[in-house]
């Protein structure tokens, strides 16, 4: 029998200067378990390290969720995990967590860092499926959920990655898609999609005030959106038309927009989000607790309106009347936590049909 050949050694990606400046280059970032006195020092300055994902309201959600030894949770958005290496321990000894997302990427690095730790399938369970689909899994569970956190939006990790389209402020792919295997990507939808359909997204999905102006624009463009780049080129050739123009701030908030705009359109983020909030009465044991952290409007009021609409029914005791906001300090930390909005609900034990 003979021994394989040993792979060769494949040198880090060189770069000029003393800072990397792309993704691939900043090899310490993307491997925190090796460099950690330097990726602390980056956290320090209130940034997030390449490749990984900062957990927003960890104290507040698990004050909210209070989960305890023996008890089911229910992790929409697995993500990095960083809410899951919170709340897991206090689920010791019993207890069970059913973690759940979408992207191929990174749900495999995921779940190896997880089971590094020592978290065996007794105790986390991941499946790669939409978080839609929790009655699912009801069976596996024991008949429902003590507790659901949905931590919705875009993670950390995906919008660094250029590869992945989900910002402008790199250029790549016009991706945008949270799972890369399925459905097409945004300059694929593009192609084909009308202005007035265009505009019509860009306000509901984003609250866009310049929706009517960035779509002609995309639409009008005279060489085919492929990149990141390629759309926000088209979007500020729109803008520089307005009387008046808008300022540099304005015309990154647009770029912002248009991007979410598109990223919710491609993955379908809407309407998942409603069917989830449709089955979470079915879903929670009597007095389970529920925490949703949103993003953006569109989804804080769909939020709203299905905790209200459940009180109203009686099907929650109790609703977060306004929402949570990160502190004063963890928006400094991390800035990308300061759009956040926190709500919860309380189940009650009347019967969901």
Not at 69 to 84: R, S, V, W
Not at 235 to 251: M, N
Not at 330 to 342: C, F, G, I, T
């Amino acid at each position: 029998m003979t021994e394989e050949a040993p792979k060769p050694h494949k040198r880090r990606v060189r770069y000029s200067g003393t800072h990397p400046r792309r993704f691939e280059q900043k090899y310490k970032e993307l491997d925190p378990a090796k460099y950690a006195d330097q990726i602390e020092h980056i956290i320090a300055k209130g940034l997030t390290p390449a490749g990984t994902h900062r957990p927003i309201c960890v104290d507040e959600i698990l004050q909210i969720l209070s989960p305890k030894p023996g008890e089911t949770i229910f992790d929409a958005t697995l993500g990095y995990g960083g809410h899951a290496r919170k709340i897991l321990p206090k689920l010791l000894p019993g207890g069970r967590y059913f973690a759940v997302d979408v992207d191929t990427v990174e749900l495999p690095k995921t779940e190896a860092r997880l089971r590094a730790e020592g978290y065996g399938p007794d105790v986390l369970t991941i499946r790669k499926m939409n978080y839609a689909g929790i009655l699912g899994l009801l069976g596996e569970a024991g008949g429902g959920f003590d507790c659901v956190l949905a931590d919705l939006g875009v993670s950390s990790m995906q919008l660094d990655n250029p590869e992945r389209g989900f910002t402008y402020k790199a250029d790549g792919p016009l991706d945008l898609r949270l799972n890369p295997e399925r459905g097409q990507p945004a300059s694929e939808f593009l192609k084909t999609v009308t202005a007035d359909k265009l505009k019509a997204l860009f306000e509901e999905n984003s609250d866009e005030p310049h929706a009517l102006m960035a779509a002609r624009a995309i639409k009008e463009a005279v060489l085919p959106i492929k990149t990141t780049s390629d759309l926000a080129k088209a979007v500020r050739a729109g803008l520089a038309k307005a009387s008046p123009k808008p300022g540099e701030e304005d015309i990154k908030k647009t770029l912002q927009r248009v991007f979410q705009a598109l990223r919710i359109e491609v993955n379908g983020e809407f309407s998942a989000l409603d069917r989830f909030l449709e089955a979470l009465p079915w879903a929670v044991k009597p007095g389970g607790r529920i925490a949703v952290l949103t993003f953006h409007s569109g989804e804080d009021r769909r939020v709203k309106k299905a905790f209200f609409r459940g009180e109203e029914q009686g099907l929650y005791s109790s609703v977060a009347q306004t929402p949570s906001r990160p502190s004063a300090a963890e928006r400094r930390s991390n800035p990308r936590s300061s759009s956040a909005k926190l709500r919860w609900a309380v189940r009650s034990a009347k019967p969901a049909f």
